[in-house]
């Protein structure tokens, strides 16, 4: 047996967020998304958290199991080894219900870097080329699934709302490292500034909750580089 602690808040009915708990029969690999959907189905329906892909890939249903940021659906019950499993929303966003939060703020944060490749070249016949070592500069960078473990992580978020956070700015990074995209100036002097690379203080939660393991304080770090050298041959 396994015992979810879960944070419970219905900003419209609750004054304040408070634990309930559910006692679950554990069966060999089944999944926190699992053992949340089969509270839903049998135990409590008022019970809400997103999910989507079941697969790992939609990032929605990210959550933070005993402290730590993670994907429901590809975290089984006996990977957090406890028998006491406590799951809250993540944190650094408001409280919609119970398990899910408004994601506004974050995708703010990923519109404003324009987010898709930029060109000013007139389009070729074909395909932009590109080389296989280009794409490996990138490569970790482009895994993100955008479920947000990473900024929620990252305590600037938590008192500075203006901050980009790392999801956004490892997403910049993977635009700046591409060669076909034809903006690096403009997305360099995006981040030049305390909303920005400046803003991250090297604290690294961010790398550690990935659950697509990319070392995003790694890829923040390149970003600060490409801007430091743009900054000092004047360019940014
Ligand atoms: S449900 Fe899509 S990532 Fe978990």
């Given at each position: 047996?396994?015992?979810?602690?879960?944070?419970?808040?219905?900003?419209?009915?609750?004054?304040?967020?408070?634990?309930?708990?559910?006692?679950?029969?554990?069966?060999?690999?089944?999944?926190?998304?699992?053992?949340?959907?089969?509270?839903?189905?049998?135990?409590?329906?008022?019970?809400t958290f997103r999910r989507s892909c079941r697969s790992a890939i939609c990032g929605?249903?990210?959550?933070?199991?005993?402290?730590?940021?993670?994907?429901?659906?590809?975290?089984?019950?006996?990977?957090?080894?406890?028998?006491?499993?406590?799951?809250?929303?993540?944190?650094?966003?408001?409280?919609?219900?119970?398990?899910?939060?408004?994601?506004?703020?974050?995708?703010?944060?990923?519109?404003?870097?324009?987010?898709?490749?930029?060109?000013?070249?007139?389009?070729?016949?074909?395909?932009?080329?590109?080389?296989?070592?280009?794409?490996?500069?990138?490569?970790?960078?482009?895994?993100?699934?955008?479920?947000?473990?990473?900024?929620?992580?990252?305590?600037?978020?938590?008192?500075?709302?203006?901050?980009?956070?790392?999801?956004?700015?490892?997403?910049?990074?993977?635009?700046?490292?591409?060669?076909?995209?034809?903006?690096?100036?403009?997305?360099?002097?995006?981040?030049?500034?305390?909303?920005?690379?400046?803003?991250?203080?090297?604290?690294?939660?961010?790398?550690?909750?990935?659950?697509?393991?990319?070392?995003?304080?790694?890829?923040?770090?390149?970003?600060?580089?490409?801007v430091v050298w743009y900054s000092l041959t004047g360019r940014v």
């Amino acid at each position: 047996m396994v015992v979810l602690r879960i944070l419970r808040y219905d900003p419209a009915e609750d004054g304040r967020p408070a634990f309930r708990e559910y006692e679950i029969d554990a069966i060999p690999g089944m999944t926190i998304l699992d053992a949340l959907i089969h509270i839903k189905e049998n135990v409590d329906p008022s019970l809400t958290f997103r999910r989507s892909c079941r697969s790992a890939i939609c990032g929605s249903c990210a959550v933070t199991a005993n402290g730590k940021n993670l994907l429901a659906c590809n975290t089984q019950l006996s990977d957090l080894k406890k028998k006491r499993i406590v799951l809250e929303p993540l944190p650094g966003f408001p409280i919609l219900r119970d398990l899910a939060v408004d994601w506004g703020p974050f995708f703010d944060s990923y519109r404003a870097i324009k987010p898709y490749l930029i060109t000013k070249s007139p389009s070729p016949e074909k395909e932009r080329i590109q080389s296989q070592e280009i794409r490996k500069k990138y490569d970790d960078a482009a895994k993100c699934i955008m479920c947000s473990a990473c900024t929620s992580s990252c305590p600037v978020i938590w008192t500075d709302g203006s901050y980009l956070g790392p999801a956004a700015l490892t997403k910049v990074w993977r635009f700046v490292a591409d060669d076909r995209d034809e903006a690096t100036e403009e997305r360099l002097a995006l981040v030049n500034n305390e909303k920005g690379v400046w803003r991250c203080h090297t604290i690294f939660r961010c790398s550690d909750s990935c659950p697509k393991d990319i070392d995003t304080a790694g890829c923040l770090e390149f970003l600060r580089r490409m801007v430091v050298w743009y900054s000092l041959t004047g360019r940014v």
